[in-house]
């Protein structure tokens, strides 16, 4: 022990000879400090004056006991520090070994030889202090390691890169996106060979030069990573590269052009990014996978997703795992929305991952790998309570709550009784099982339908909500639907083609229409997620779609500021169920689609009655009803291909019949009624009322349907 520093212990026990015994033992080679008893060692401890270097304690103390000073010292990370040998005539293996979990380092027996006390205590004393001393080295080593520059180009070396980025990126000094770019030079052993070492070495400063001139003024570094690898973390800017590979194109003119030994450059963006500065550099050198032998282009940005099954996985995984254990992850909530009068009708929770220096992280980053390994049934059976426990607290502070839907994995289905679980969650916190809405993706249906089906039929009995999650995601069969059980269709807009330009909208329209009737022949309410703009609201409520969840009405947002939001009453609309039918327009399209009217009750109710199709100035007869044919039959006109010519009869001879269809697509009501005379072949005249509605337009075609009167009497 080095002579200069005198080292200090402090002697625990509340029998004064026994204090007296070991401090007469000890005062020769140490500061010695006592305390009779659990609390007053504690507060010798604490003085950061004493700087207590070791701590012989008792066990059996009045106040309190040895045990107790220790789970202190755990809880206050003392231990982490101040050493501890327990000095106790206790015997019993059991309360001997409790010592030793709660940390003390060593165990001696009363009554005890003073010379082996001594003993013990200097070689406890100094094997803590070499452990010290090491971690201090070790420390010094990194700092020197971050300060090691290469002698031929004057950039940081490869450990010190590294160690560079990672230390700006935990300083928490990076305000804007930074990338993280991986440079090799394309063929340079041959550059060596044909032009010889020196100018290959020539090169390289060359290169180094470019770095250092161009970063030179932001907050960058740059690195020589060794043979013809260089990386640069810098604040984000494309140009950059640019003006570099400018530069290097201009000097291998000195080489005879030789293109074919131009730099490549492998681009990380870095933006909510979980990784360290070694793994966005080995993303940057996957990105550069593409570029040897393509001249044209010289370089390739990293695409996460196209996530690859590398040793970052595993990173990720461990890191997800602590962030578990931190308590880093939570929910977002996003607003389920009515469109007809913008109320919050629910929401959905969606995982977010609070990390402790990248931020908030998307599902997007880290869900695929843990659903590939499986691991994510830990995290999604963490959210589900998580959002049980919010409920119950929304409840308990008098509020009414609204129905949350969660996400369901299915792995999740796969890894164990899904609905069992959801029971034992609304039972522990008192919750009614409409509270909580369940969604699965369409996709999950795709891979393992008998399963999921029994799941879902499952959680229905047991009073859940199951909704199906990304409808229109996997390509499925609008008739799926008839198979599928489920209480909700989530339809998203993302996996369907419009966008503000009108001309392309067609198609996505189209299948919206069309999913949004088969919703209402089987009559599934529908939720339309993904909606962003005013132009998608218009046109969803012109189909019938009164749902909404998207960044047009909300972005998820934290339990608080959702919970501010649904406090003003004014902004929520309860009882959703109930009102599904009475806020929704009686759509004429949906009116026709469902089943509810059959075919006598339109024929009673609206009597005759017909769809036409107009294309350019033509119009044709797409279907008719019962009574349609009557009027006509009463005309002499029997068969359909006789029916069929009628129309044609009526627009040949009467331009007022064109008329009617013209004002109805153009009025802003959408119908137009008036009558028209009609020449039957049998060279009878007739006069029909007609009140044509316009339904809508596709492809150059618009669909109306009609009733027509026979007046020639009245
Ligand atoms: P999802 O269940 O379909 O959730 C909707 C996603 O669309 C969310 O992405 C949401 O933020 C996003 N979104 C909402 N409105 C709009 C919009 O108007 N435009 C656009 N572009 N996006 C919108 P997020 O939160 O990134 O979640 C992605 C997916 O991750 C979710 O898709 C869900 O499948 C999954 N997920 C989220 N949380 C959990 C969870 O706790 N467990 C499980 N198993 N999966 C989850
Ligand atoms: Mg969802
Ligand atoms: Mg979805």
């Not at 027996?109 to 001393?133: D, Y």
């Not at 399963?451 to 909500?465: E, S």
């Not at 001879?653 to 959408?670: G, P, Q, R, T, V």
Request: glycine share 6%; with cysteine; net charge negative.
């Amino acid at each position: 022990m080095s002579k200069e520093k005198k080292y200090s212990v402090l002697v625990v026990d509340d029998s004064e000879i026994n204090r007296e015994i070991l401090t007469s033992i000890l005062s020769a080679d140490f500061k010695v400090y006592e305390a009779a008893d659990g609390v007053k060692a504690l507060e010798v401890m604490r003085d950061s004056k004493k700087k207590v270097d070791l701590c012989l304690l008792d066990i059996m103390m009045p106040r309190m006991d040895g045990y107790e000073v220790l789970s202190v010292m755990n809880k206050e990370h003392i231990i982490d520090y101040i050493p501890v040998i327990v000095i106790s005539g206790e015997q019993e293996a059991e309360k001997v070994e409790k010592t030793y979990d709660l940390g003390a380092l060593d165990y001696i027996l009363k009554p005890f030889e003073p010379r082996i006390v001594r003993r013990r205590v200097l070689a406890t004393v100094m094997l803590f202090e070499k452990q010290k001393e090491l971690s201090y080295k070790l420390k010094v080593q990194m700092e020197e390691n971050s300060r090691k520059v290469d002698e031929k180009t004057g950039l940081l070396s490869y450990a010190s890169f590294f160690f560079a980025c990672d230390a700006l990126i935990e300083s928490g000094k990076i305000e804007e996106d930074y990338f993280m770019v991986a440079i090799d030079i394309e063929h340079f052993r041959l550059f060596n060979d044909w032009f010889g070492r020196e100018e290959g070495d020539i090169y390289l400063q060359e290169l180094a030069d470019c770095l250092k001139e161009y970063s030179a003024g932001t907050r960058s570094i740059c690195g020589y990573l060794g043979g013809d690898n260089f990386a640069l973390f810098a604040p984000y800017d494309l140009s950059l590269i640019d003006r570099i590979q400018e530069r290097i194109i201009d000097m291998l003119e000195n080489y005879g052009q030789s293109i074919g030994f131009g730099p490549m450059y492998g681009i990380f963006e870095v933006r909510d990014s979980i990784y360290d500065a070694q793994l966005m550099y080995d993303n940057a050198v996957t990105a550069m996978a593409d570029i040897p032998g393509n001249y044209h282009n010289r370089i390739a940005i990293y695409d996460p997703n196209l996530l690859k099954k590398t040793g970052d996985e595993l990173i990720l995984l461990s890191d997800v795992q602590r962030g578990m254990d931190a308590k880093e992850f939570r929910f977002f909530l996003q607003p389920k929305v009515n469109m007809l009068n913008g109320k919050i009708v629910g929401a959905e929770a969606l995982v977010r991952w609070a990390h402790r220096s990248k931020g908030l992280v998307s599902p997007g980053i880290f869900l695929p790998v843990l659903e590939d390994n499986g691991f994510i049934t830990n995290l999604d059976r963490y959210i589900w309570e998580e959002v049980c426990r919010w409920l119950r607290s929304w409840i308990d502070r008098g509020r009414d709550p609204l129905p949350i839907s969660v996400n369901v994995s299915q792995i999740d289905i796969f890894a164990g009784d899904v609905s069992e679980y959801f029971e034992h969650l609304i039972k522990k916190y008192e919750l009614s099982p409409d509270m909580l809405d369940i969604e699965i993706t369409e996709s999950a249906y795709a891979k393992e339908y008998s399963l999921i089906n029994k799941t879902v039929d499952k959680l229905r009995k047991a009073g859940f909500k199951v909704l199906l999650d990304d409808f229109g995601s996997a390509y499925s069969s609008l008739n799926m639907l008839r198979n599928i059980k489920v209480d909700v269709l989530k339809l998203d807009m993302k996996f369907l083609d419009t966008n503000e330009d009108r001309e392309n909208n067609e198609k996505g329209i189209s299948i919206i229409d069309s999913i949004v009737g088969m919703s209402n022949q089987l009559g599934l309410p529908m939720i339309v997620e993904g909606v962003e703009r005013l132009d998608q609201v218009e046109m969803l409520t012109k189909l019938g779609c009164v749902y909404a969840q998207g960044f047009y009405y909300y972005k998820p947002m934290p339990v608080k500021k959702f919970e501010d939001l649904i406090r003003d009453d004014s902004k929520v609309e309860h009882e959703v169920e109930g009102k599904i039918e009475r806020y929704k327009p009686l759509h004429v399209m949906e009116f026709l689609r469902t089943n509810l009217f059959t075919d006598s009750m339109i024929n009673e109710v609206l009597g005759p009655f017909a769809f036409y199709e107009q294309k350019g100035e033509r119009i044709s007869i797409v279907r008719v009803n019962e009574q349609y044919y009557r009027v006509f039959n009463m005309l002499g006109e029997v068969t359909e291909d006789e029916i069929v010519s009628s129309v044609n009869r009526l627009q040949n001879d009467n331009s007022d019949f064109i008329e009617l269809f013209n004002n109805a697509s153009s009025a802003k009501n959408k119908s137009s009624s008036g009558c028209v005379q009609y020449n039957s072949p049998k060279g009878t005249a007739k006069k029909l009322y007609f009140r044509v509605f316009f339904l809508h337009e596709r492809e150059g075609r618009k669909l109306f349907c009609s009733t027509i009167w026979d007046i020639t009497d009245l």
